[in-house]
């Protein structure tokens, strides 16, 4: 295996990116444990005076942490901001959930004195994702960190340079070993997961991963592991539904980080009475979604992340279909050879055709729209339910009382009415079922799983 490994810019080829080395894994996996009983007793407001400083920090330098997330894995800069925006945000609420879940609650009724304490669990790994490069596994690093769980912090190869940058900034203000960053690829990560030191797993990525970290690890039953992995998500429309404003949400779904987001919309389930009004509000809609630079705050369209998720959208683009909107994978533009791409949205007009979609279970990662027509409530969910993830829809009704009767038969984690599936703020908790995840959400409250509880009773003498 080579000592190293460098990418190029997906928005600019000609620009290549800092050159990686691999990390030795047993110092920072012994580092993490050496540190942890030190860590876990460190009261939780000293603790979170240290992570008020990291806080802060990493607000000085969100602008170039956005630049280095828009030019590393080619998310539009504007929306780059908005990543970093929700990292920072994260502490506050994860101070906030601290009150709720990390102290000692007493118990009245019994014979004795009794409470209920969280005991932190020993070091965690935070994989993260090359999408949300920074937030998505900020959102489990400030809570284990803050129960007193130390962290070694794996990044996707795709976002290296810019997890560096921000590990520094941890690195800077903790106490040594108790954040750890180790750089790599499957074997750097399947070492982390399996150590017996490492009694925490977060993992956010393909299912096939989180599917091969599961099965490595499922004879140890000292691990708490949380995977999040993706979704098929569909917008669905009733005949009492807003069908300009469906479309506009499921276009600004589907072309959200060029779609390689797990809760985009990658799917529209729709009454045919809405057939014309909404493939119209599509085409209009896709007008503001324009291939660009990434690094610019005007771009609205980013890049596909690297060389197979762009041949993978061109075998997509051609395996057939009748085309609303064509779309193209581009390997210049504007002068600048990349992944560029435009969107696409076919359609198919029976629920009998829809189920034949090459990828109505297959998640593709790419501004490609399936929209599927309907008769009958009892077509959009056979059709929804085909997919075999589970993370979010957004039904478009008039009638909360038609939301509340479709919404019970959606299985999913994240299901919201008249809103886009990518509306997901982290003021809730956010995660899925089926193949979307394991029942441990992320976003607010993912506190919950960075401790076990430890029941304590006080005799007679004491």
Request: glycine content about 10%; hydrophobic content about 45%.
């Amino acid at each position: 295996m080579p000592a190293s490994f460098q990418f190029a810019s997906p928005g600019d080829l000609r620009i290549t990116l800092d050159r990686v080395e691999h990390t030795a894994v047993e110092p920072v996996i012994a580092a993490a444990a050496a540190a942890y009983r030190n860590w876990a007793h460190t009261p939780v407001s000293r603790r979170l005076e240290l992570l008020q400083a990291v806080e802060a920090g990493l607000k000085e330098a969100a602008e170039e942490l956005a630049m280095g997330i828009a030019l590393e894995v080619g998310k539009p800069l504007t929306e780059a901001r908005g990543e970093m925006g929700a990292v920072v945000g994260k502490f506050a609420l994860t101070f906030k959930d601290a009150e709720e879940y990390l102290y000692p609650r007493k118990i009245e009724g019994g014979p004795f004195e009794a409470e209920i304490r969280q005991i932190p669990r020993g070091p965690a790994v935070v994989i993260g994702p090359f999408n949300f490069p920074l937030h998505l596994a900020n959102g489990a690093i400030v809570p284990h960190l803050l129960a007193g769980n130390p962290v070694i912090f794996k990044p996707s190869p795709i976002g290296a340079v810019v997890g560096a940058k921000y590990a520094a900034i941890f690195q800077k203000h903790l106490p040594e070993g108790v954040f750890g960053l180790v750089q790599g690829q499957a074997v750097e990560g399947t070492a982390l997961c399996t150590d017996p030191r490492i009694l925490n797993i977060c993992f956010t990525g393909s299912v096939d991963v989180g599917r091969s970290i599961a099965q490595a690890v499922a004879g140890d039953f000292s691990k708490s592991v949380a995977l999040e992995m993706g979704g098929k998500n569909a917008l669905i429309l009733l005949e009492d539904g807003d069908a300009a404003a469906a479309a506009k949400a499921a276009v600004d779904g589907i072309c959200a980080t060029a779609g390689q987001r797990c809760n985009d919309t990658s799917r529209a389930i729709i009454h045919r009475s809405h057939v014309n009004a909404f493939c119209k509000g599509i085409k209009e809609a896709f007008k503001h979604y324009v291939p660009g630079d990434p690094c610019k705050a005007e771009t609205t369209l980013g890049v596909l992340v690297n060389e197979a998720a762009h041949k993978r959208y061109a075998e997509h683009l051609a395996s057939g279909g009748e085309w609303i909107v064509e779309g193209a994978a581009m390997n210049t533009y504007e002068g600048r050879p990349g992944y560029y791409v435009k969107p696409a949205a076919r359609i198919w007009r029976t629920a009998a055709e829809g189920l034949k979609c090459p990828i109505i279970d297959k998640e593709i990662f790419a501004p490609l729209l399936d929209i599927f027509v309907t008769e009958s409530d009892a077509e959009m969910l056979t059709l929804h339910n085909a997919a075999p993830f589970g993370l979010a829809a957004s039904i478009y009704t008039s009638s909360r009382e038609r939301f509340e009767t479709i919404g019970s038969d959606l299985d999913v984690g994240n299901l919201y009415a008249n809103i886009p599936t990518t509306f997901s703020p982290s003021i809730l908790p956010f995660g899925g079922c089926g193949l979307s995840g394991n029942g441990k959400p992320a976003g607010r409250g993912f506190i919950r799983y960075t401790t076990d509880e430890q029941a304590v009773q006080f005799g007679q003498g004491i």
